[in-house]
């Protein structure tokens, strides 16, 4: 990130958080232009930009593979394996007893495209939430500080989904940002959690339109508890002064 001090803060700024949103309504205008706003295929057009955009990012502020959470970190993997693994677990817990999944819904085209897209939208947000984002905020201040940061900001992502949905998503990343605060890692956060929590919907029969109010609850509920007992759990065994990746 060699680049980024011979440019001040504002423009720093600036860029890593507008050049993002510059091209997703780009992709947005795109699909409009062209009149495909209403197919299948027209939010992996949006998000295509938007994951041209994390990498323009990249080459502007020249992350490394370690300031993304993309390089293996010998002594941490197995921790990192094992948050994941409950994170997973979670999420498969609220889909089987809360959503009830059951069977898979019959192949589309619209699944296809929808899997497709799944595909950039995971890296594409996990590239920039919990990898560039992250690293520049903590770069600047703390891990904590990144955490919670880029929690709330991936709330506010969603903001289309309304205020329920920029409150569960911020607890989604809470959760999700756990896992790179304590570990230094995203891989796993890629595949499988994001890709998983983003695809079961599109691939099972369950009760998706009404859900009971409890299991709603529950699940931003159970994100922040989960979360947080990691990010504590890890300052403990590493010890209270060590600062996470």
Not at 179 to 206: C, D, K, Q
Not at 220 to 243: M, Y
Request: proline share 3%; aromatic share 16%; net charge positive.
């Amino acid at each position: 990130m060699r680049g980024q001090m011979k440019r001040p803060l504002w423009l720093n700024l600036l860029l890593i958080f507008l050049l993002p949103i510059i091209g997703l309504a780009l992709g947005a205008a795109i699909t409009i232009l062209l009149k495909v706003d209403r197919a299948d295929y027209s939010n992996l057009i949006v998000n295509f930009f938007f994951l041209a955009a994390c990498f323009g990012l990249l080459r502007i502020f020249n992350f490394s593979r370690s300031d993304l959470g993309l390089r293996v970190i010998s002594d941490q993997i197995n921790w990192h394996i094992v948050t994941s693994l409950f994170v997973f677990s979670l999420y498969i817990l609220f889909y089987l007893f809360v959503i009830r999944i059951s069977a898979l819904k019959p192949f589309s085209a619209a699944i296809g495209w929808g899997l497709l897209t799944n595909l950039v939208v995971v890296v594409a947000e996990e590239l920039y939430f919990r990898g560039l984002l992250y690293s520049f905020i903590q770069r600047r201040f703390s891990a904590r500080v990144a955490l919670v940061v880029t929690a709330v900001l991936f709330g506010l992502f969603h903001a289309q989904q309304g205020i329920m949905g920029i409150i569960s998503k911020t607890f989604t990343g809470w959760l999700w940002g756990s896992v790179r605060y304590s570990s230094g890692m995203i891989f796993l956060l890629i595949f499988p959690i994001h890709y998983a929590f983003n695809t079961i919907w599109l691939l099972f029969e369950g009760n998706w339109s009404n859900p009971p109010s409890w299991g709603i609850y529950a699940l931003p509920i159970g994100e922040f508890l989960l979360g947080s007992a990691i990010v504590i759990l890890s300052r403990r065994l590493k010890g209270n002064d060590h600062e996470p990746q």
